[in-house]
């Protein structure tokens, strides 16, 4: 992982030209896929699905499965039966079923406050006396 480590975090120096900066990301991209097997694109692809599942684990999960992993690649399904088992030996089929353990959402849809629906009613909205529209001084 030092050469994944060594590709993400690659910043061009103050000194060094593009050509130079892109070269060097170059080598350290093939370092990272010849320490990997990479040698075709399905490889490819199964190593980048890998590598974002396993970005995705929680931290004892996280741990588990590269401690198998070893220097090897797990293909994406393996990680994926390798991350439910931890799961479920560590939290427990029926807790994880309820989502009781889930780490928090981060972002997405926010139910709308209670405040949102005053005034709807049987699928009419009503107005507030003097908030009349001009369809209703017709």
Do not use: W
Not at 16 to 38: C, D, I
Not at 43 to 63: H, M
Not at 86 to 98: D, E, F, K, M
């Amino acid at each position: 992982m030092e050469y994944k480590a060594r590709f993400d975090k690659a910043s061009k120096r103050f000194d060094e030209k593009h050509v130079l900066f892109a070269s060097r990301l170059h080598n350290e991209l093939h370092y990272y896929l010849s320490s990997r097997g990479v040698d075709n694109f399905e490889k490819l692809c199964n190593l980048l699905v890998s590598d974002k599942l396993k970005s995705c684990l929680a931290p004892g999960t996280l741990n588990y499965v590269p401690s198998l992993e070893g220097e090897g690649c797990f293909e994406p399904d393996q990680v994926a039966r390798l991350a439910d088992t931890y799961i479920n030996c560590h939290v427990g089929v029926a807790a994880s079923n309820r989502g009781q353990f889930s780490p928090p959402r981060r972002g997405g849809y926010k139910p709308p406050s209670s405040k949102s629906f005053q005034g709807f009613k049987g699928g009419k909205m009503e107005r507030p006396p003097g908030n009349a529209t001009a369809a209703s001084q017709r």
